[in-house]
């Protein structure tokens, strides 16, 4: 809709409707931070108020830290999530080429298993995976965490449209000065469609930083669990209600996501929605 | 010998020359073909390997389970046809699971479609906020779903809860909102809108974007002048496809609720909020009763294909919109 003019009145309301919706979604983040400064006393008393009376920041945030391994949590995190990246560009880029560009028997119908690939939930398959990675002794290990999700049907559906649009010309002419097909992926293909890898890096990281359903079934030692996992037995053994320290992890845990996208909005608008949004 | 062959040759170059500039065009790439196969294979075989080993093995693996007896650790099996799927069928607790599911859904896609709809409208009816308002709603569905659903137990929490704070403080009545049997399923209804309705409204804004700006000027010299008229006339009928789209997405991330089941009710009281994500997680790992878990994975896969194919037809129609 074009933006027309808006009488003082209908901006007043705009406005007032917006600010409304924008505290139903604000409120439980602010509740988060605000309890992760206060004092179990506080937080129990009848009144309340968003800051905190007597500032305990420090000692949620430091129980948080050292009371549970959430440093531990998040770097598994950090780690298991730059694998699967890793892993998934690896595997998805060339393949993405092959569909997009090369002929060969067979093409047609691996990109139907790869649509196929995009309708199955992973949730879905959690069972077999649980008994393949008990097969190959990797439970309760980092490749279980990953090896699920070495290859990403939507990773290779996304890649393929855009390396559709980059001109055959070019792909003649790295042919020409002597780049074989690899070297055309790495060098020509991905460098010319980033937009759509770090819009997939994106939606790739996210979801996998964010994933508890995995994690719970696959690994049981602390130290390996990812984030989501850590502050759910972090919740469950240590901080019954102790809500300061758990705020605090919390906190933690959503912040770098949240910085991030505060940073770079366009592009993770862009990765969550899949490309739809153009 | 060489002679007449070159002879021969030579006769025969004008015609080659000919068929050359055709051959160049059919045998050259036929020969560079076998090249060009060899690297497609050898480029999608990893892709291959994995998507048979970790997508398809898998399907294959839970059919086999639902109609079999296997379970962890059994070294055999034998198959005993829809045994599974009948047990499943004549428990409670699967059909509270099935209707709670379809329930929270019928909630949540509604409520996330409507308000992102509005909030879409209203923040592109002007530039002032406009990143700003974007930006806030957008944020729930990037937060980590644990972390956030734990924000919301302090909310929701009976006695130092802010929700029941305020209720008590505008003289209406508390609840313990978690714990109740009436109000568990709502109040996750509730988070999911809040979770998913930014998600919406990128989607809704994105499809307002597309609105030919041409279509508003022949509104207006059909007199269709007010911005009412402008919203009944253009804007919602051109959203159609957009809304179509946009309801399925929202109902497919409404069926794989899981994470604030998890940490907020475990699917209770009861099975008040217990609902199909839930149920295959807690049968198949927490309960071992693998049969029975698969079973239930098939009904979920077939509710989220049957989706997904919906939403594939919604994206075909989209584009002769455009």
């Known amino acids: 809709m074009s933006a027309i003019r808006l009488s003082p009145a209908a901006a007043i309301l705009r406005h007032g409707v ?7 979604i604000l409120v439980p983040f602010v509740w988060m931070v605000s309890l992760s400064l206060k004092s179990p006393g506080e937080i129990f008393r009848a009144t309340f108020s968003v800051l905190p009376a007597q500032f305990y920041g420090v000692d949620n945030y430091a129980k948080a830290i050292t009371s549970v391994p959430l ?7 950090l780690l298991v999530c730059a694998l699967i990246l890793a892993a998934q ?6 393949a993405a080429y092959a569909l997009a560009k090369l002929k060969f028997w ?5 990109f139907a298993m790869v649509l196929v690939g995009l309708l199955l939930p992973h949730q879905v398959l959690s069972l077999p995976l649980f008994i393949l990675c008990y097969k190959l002794d990797i439970l309760n290990t980092y490749l279980a965490l990953v090896i699920p999700y070495v290859v990403s049907p939507f990773g290779i559906f996304l890649l393929r449209q855009f390396f559709k649009k980059i001109p055959n010309d070019i792909v003649h002419a790295a042919r020409l000065d002597g780049l074989c097909e690899l070297a055309i992926v790495w060098k020509i293909m991905v460098p010319m469609a980033l937009p759509a890898v770090i819009a997939f890096s994106i939606f790739s990281v996210v979801a996998h930083w964010n994933d508890l359903f995995w994690p719970l079934i696959a690994v049981r030692d602390g130290n390996l669990m990812p984030a989501p ?3 759910m037995a972090f919740k469950n053994e240590e901080a019954g209600n102790d809500y300061g320290p758990l705020m605090a992890a919390s906190t933690l845990v959503v912040a770098p996501l949240l910085i991030a996208f505060l940073a770079a909005q366009k592009w993770f608008v862009e990765g969550m929605t899949g490309g739809s949004v153009k | 010998m060489s002679a007449s062959l070159n002879a021969v040759s030579r006769l025969a170059q004008p015609a080659e020359g000919v068929a050359g500039k055709l051959s160049s065009r059919v045998s050259l790439p036929r020969r560079h073909s076998l090249h060009e196969a060899m690297w ?18 898998p399907v294959v693996g839970v059919f086999v389970i639902a109609f079999s007896d296997w379970q962890f650790g059994a070294s055999s099996l034998s198959f005993v046809g829809l ?14 699971s099935l209707i709670n599911t379809v329930v929270y859904v019928a909630m949540v896609v509604p409520g996330t479609v409507l308000a992102g709809l509005l909030i879409a409208l209203l923040i592109e009816s002007s530039h002032s906020c406009r990143a700003l308002y974007r930006a806030v709603h957008f944020l729930p569905f990037m937060a980590t779903a644990t972390a956030m659903a734990i924000s919301w137990e302090a909310l929701l929490h009976p006695t130092i809860g802010l929700v029941n704070h305020s209720l008590a403080a505008l003289g209406l009545p508390v609840a313990n909102w978690l714990r109740d049997e009436t109000t568990a399923l709502p109040v ?25 700006l041409d279509l508003y000027d022949a509104a207006d010299v059909d007199g269709a002048d007010h911005w009412l008229d402008r919203l009944r006339t253009v804007t919602i009928p051109m959203l159609g496809p957009v809304s179509m789209f946009v309801v399925i997405v929202v109902a497919l991330r409404a069926f794989e609720t899981f994470d604030t089941i998890q940490i907020l009710t475990q699917g209770g009281p009861g099975h008040s909020s217990e609902m199909l994500l839930f149920t295959i997680y807690r049968e198949s790992f927490e309960y071992l009763r693998a049969g029975y878990g698969a079973a239930v994975a098939i009904v979920f896969l077939a509710i989220v294909v049957a989706l997904t194919l919906l939403q594939a037809r919604s994206m075909d129609k989209r584009v002769h919109y455009q």
């Open chain 1, 18 to 24: 917006l600010v409304l919706t924008s505290a139903f």
């Open chain 2, 188 to 212: 996750l209804a509730v988070i999911g809108i809040w979770q998913n309705l930014g998600y919406a409204m990128v989607l809704f804004m994105a499809g307002l974007k597309s609105i030919p």
């Open chain 1, 229 to 231: 996992l850590g502050i």
């Open chain 1, 106 to 110: 067979g093409r047609d119908f691996i």
């Open chain 2, 40 to 57: 497609g294979w050898a480029l999608i075989a990893p892709a291959l390997i994995f998507l048979v080993v970790l997508f398809f093995l």
């Open chain 1, 89 to 94: 560009i690896l595997v998805c880029a060339p």
């Open chain 1, 71 to 77: 440093p531990r949590y998040m770097g598994n995190g």
């Open chain 2, 83 to 96: 045994a599974n799927f009948r047990e499943v069928i004549f428990d409670e607790g699967f059909r509270a």
